[in-house]
Each structure stands twice: as C-alpha cells, then as structure tokens.
C-alpha cells in the first residue's frame, strides 16, 4: 500500500541565511580561499578546511555551533558569514516497495525529485542534476518539462546529504558505521548531467572524498543520452561508471525517441564509449533500453543492437517502460522483453531486466518531474507517432 507524507519538518533544518555563501558543494581549495579571505591565516587554512570538511561529511551536522573542536570565537565568525543549508524537503512519498522519493524546494522556490531504492545489500539513490530537461526524450515524464536551471554543487551533493539525514545514516560521535544504507549513487534523476558538467564534477568529487561521504567511484554511475563531446572528459575528470541512454538501434527511431541523435548520431555515440578513459572489462559501459512496445523491442532491434556493442565491454540494461500520464507509449509485453534479453544474452552480454521501483509514487525510471510542473494545466506532451523498428 502506498503511503505518502508530507513531512516539511522530517528533520531540523538549518536556519535560513540568503546571501550567505554555501561551504556545502565548495571544493576544498574553494573552502580554504574563502576562509583566507574571511582573515584566517594561510598556514592554518588548511586545517580548518579539513575540520569543517569532516564535520559536514562525516558527521552531517546542520550547525556551526556543533563543530566541537573548533574554538567559539571561529564558530561565531563561520555562522557569521556563511550557510550550510542543504534542500528542504517539502514531502516524502514511500513507495508499497519501500521505494522513497523526496520533493525537495531549492533557492528560487525551484523544487527536484530524488528517489531513494533500498535493494538487499544495497542501496541507491538516484539524482537530480538539473530543474526540468532540456532534451525532449519522448518517452520520458521529466522532458515533458521545461529546463529550468543547473543545480548548483551544493544542490547536487545536498541530496546525498538530505537523503542521509532521513536514512538516519550519520554516525555518531564514535567510530564511523561501515554498514551503508545508501551505497550507490545513479546519476538518472531529472536533467541532463554532462549539460552540468562542473558543478557535477565538483560534487562527486565532494561525494567521493574518503574523509566525508567517502563512496566509491565504482559505486557512482553517471547516465548521459549522449552529449558526446563531454564523454571522454567526463572519463577524465569524474571518473565514474558510465551508462547511455540508447534505446534504439537505428538514427530513424533515436531521432524521434532521444532526439539529441539529430546531433550526435549513434555511429558517433558509441565511438565516444570507444574511447573512455575507464572502459574495461572490469569497469563495463551500461546501455539502458527502454522497451517500447512495436516501437523498438524486436528481435531484429536485439540482433542490430549485438552488432553495435561488438568491441566494446558491455551490459544491457533492459527497463520496461514506465508509463505516465499522456504518454505516447505502452510497456512492451512481458514475452517480447524475454526475447528480445535472450537475443542479447546468448551474444555474450549480459542483459538485466531491471524491476520496476516506486510506480505507485511516480518515483520509476523516467517518471520524475517535479509536483509544481505535474499540477499545471495542460502540460507539454511528447505527441509523436511511434513508427515499429
């Protein structure tokens, strides 16, 4: 059964400082320069950095008046001239599957989803990277909805943070809990990550650094519907698992369902996969499918889509489609999605059907959107035909 809450006082925000600058998504050389500027000395700059760092990722505090071993007058001076304000959760809707998807109201009144997945041993959280979507998929409920703006840093690893706070995942004052509730990190939230690309950079680095958050590169996938010439720098200067939205086999059906193909076709899509700094055996590129019925689940598409992926190390991910309100397209059968994963399968990749999470709640792959844009009148809707692969 689904519950939904609407919970504005799910935990004790911090109080609200307009103007203040944000230590929440500074790096830690932007960290350290604004306290040199802010008159503390060179030499103990770093220091200071490195205490703040690690009781604002480690320990998850939402004031300066908890950072202990920082003297009264320095907390005094931190409170003084900055914030350490993450997202406010406006509600929560836990899913029958125990799926959790937050709304969470950014500066500007802006509001983002986050979805939280719990699976055994693990787990995920997927992430916003943008207000709206500027690509248009048609068959996804977040490009129905106007771009907005780029999250800043602080917004993008304040969803980690805010996540955290509700899992009650924190540690306390002692040694650090090595049992993890959120393991994993999918970049696959509203927007188009690499269109967001410093600000995300600076916050999976703050993600990954072992004296906070600390979670593993390898536990990080970032999804892209193919902004190629951002790929192999993503590689370079992020690091992370990568995955491609494909979901087609040729540029006829790509253009209408990804139409950032018009752009970057599929031959030069997967030559940009060719030459990421991480690809291996071992560090797999994911291809996401989403399986539209007549539209490109056949067993010639599975057939064209083993050609595509020769040389490269790969997996496909197969989704069933989630379906939203005024959308174009239906799930495909549940014996067409068999045929078209054994196709793939018995070429030698390995080809999950990923379970639906958090339908009841809207919180499913390609589902978000956030409520003030939902509850407009008239909404824009993908209306183009779907022509059979």
């Known amino acids: 059964m689904t519950q939904t809450a609407i919970t504005p006082d799910l935990m004790a925000l911090p109080r609200k400082t307009a103007g203040l600058p944000n230590l929440i998504g500074m790096t830690r050389d932007q960290m350290r320069e604004a306290f040199i ?8 700059a770093k220091m200071r950095v490195g205490q703040v760092w690690s009781w604002l990722y480690c320990w998850g505090v939402t004031d300066f008046a908890e950072m202990t071993n920082v003297s009264k007058d320095l907390r005094k001076m931190f409170a003084a001239e900055f914030s350490i304000e993450r997202p406010e959760i406006v509600t929560k809707q836990v899913s029958a599957d125990g799926t959790r998807k937050y709304l969470l109201r950014i500066e500007g009144g802006h509001e983002v989803e986050t979805v939280y997945i719990p699976e055994e041993n693990r787990g995920t959280l997927c992430i916003s990277s943008q207000v709206g979507c500027t690509l248009t998929c048609t068959f996804c409920h977040t490009g129905t909805q106007t771009l907005v703006r ?3 840093a602080a917004e993008i690893v304040g969803q980690i943070m805010v996540a955290r706070d ?7 004052r002692g040694p650090k809990n090595e049992t993890r509730l959120l393991s994993n990190i999918v970049l696959m939230g509203m927007g188009e990550p690499l269109y967001n690309f410093d600000n995300l950079r600076d916050a999976m680095h703050i993600a990954m650094d072992p004296e ?8 990080i996938t970032l999804s892209t519907s193919g902004v190629v010439p951002l ?3 993503a590689g370079e200067e992020i690091g992370t698992l990568l995955a491609i939205s494909l979901h087609a086999t040729t540029d006829n059906v790509r253009d209408r369902l990804v139409p950032i193909n018009k752009k970057w076709n599929i031959e030069a899509l997967l030559d940009s996969c060719r030459n990421y700094a991480r690809l291996s055996n071992a560090e797999r590129i994911t291809f996401e499918y989403v399986m539209l019925k007549g539209v490109n689940d056949s067993d010639a598409a ?8 020769d040389g490269i190390p790969a997996k496909v991910n197969l989704i069933p489609f989630n379906p ?7 799930r495909s059968d549940w014996d067409r999605i068999e045929s078209f994963a054994g196709i793939v399968m018995r070429a030698g990749y390995a ?3 990923r379970r639906p999470r958090g339908e009841d709640i809207m919180a499913a792959c390609g589902q978000l959107k956030s409520e003030t844009e939902r509850k407009r009148k008239n909404p824009r809707m993908a209306a183009q035909a779907a022509t059979p692969a």
């Open 231 to 233: 790929i192999e720098k």
């Open 324 to 330: 939203w309100p005024g959308a174009p397209y239906e």
């Open 351 to 353: 080809s999950p059907v």
């Open 150 to 152: 780029n999250l800043t």
């Open 166 to 172: 509700d899992l009650g995942e924190w540690p306390e």
């Open 212 to 219: 906070g958050i600390s979670l593993s590169r390898r536990r």
């Open 37 to 44: 500027e802010r008159g503390i000395p060179e030499k103990q």
């Open 302 to 309: 599975a057939k064209r889509l083993v050609k595509l992926l």
